[in-house]
């Protein structure tokens, strides 16, 4: 199973962006996705997650200005990012809860990280 992430870069505060993830591989199910992200000198921290279901969980340093969505046909997660702010910028990674079989564990698995850069 793979995950790989998109869409970071540099943008200037007030701007957007959009993150992608997209998870490949032997999938039965995905039971949750989120995003992570983890800025120079501090520990990783949970920025959004979405069940399968689409119940979402934010940050409450985010709530307002990111949505968190996804799209169940093509096993992918979105991070639509607006209103950036220079305390945003981290390496953002996707992650998702997933089955590999009708029975069976759930499985943990991170993306590769992409970095966003929020500076003028």
């Known amino acids: 199973v793979q995950l790989q992430a998109s869409g970071g870069g540099l943008v200037q505060p007030g701007e957007s962006l959009r993150l992608s993830c997209a998870a490949s591989?032997?999938?039965?199910?995905?039971?949750?996705m989120g995003w992570y992200r983890q800025a120079p000198g501090k520990q990783r921290e949970l920025v959004a997650t979405?069940?399968?279901?689409?119940?979402?969980n934010y940050a409450d340093s985010v709530k307002g200005r990111f949505t968190i969505s996804r799209d169940n046909a093509k096993n992918t997660v979105y991070l639509q990012m607006n209103s950036l702010k220079p305390e945003d910028t981290a390496v953002y990674y996707c992650?998702?809860?997933?089955?590999?079989?009708?029975?069976?564990?759930?499985?943990?698995?991170w993306g590769q990280g992409t970095l966003v850069t929020v500076s003028s």
């Open positions: 979405i069940t399968s279901a689409g119940s979402t």
């Open positions: 992650n998702a809860l997933l089955t590999r079989a009708i029975t069976g564990p759930v499985y943990n698995y």
């Open positions: 591989g032997s999938i039965f199910s995905i039971n949750a």
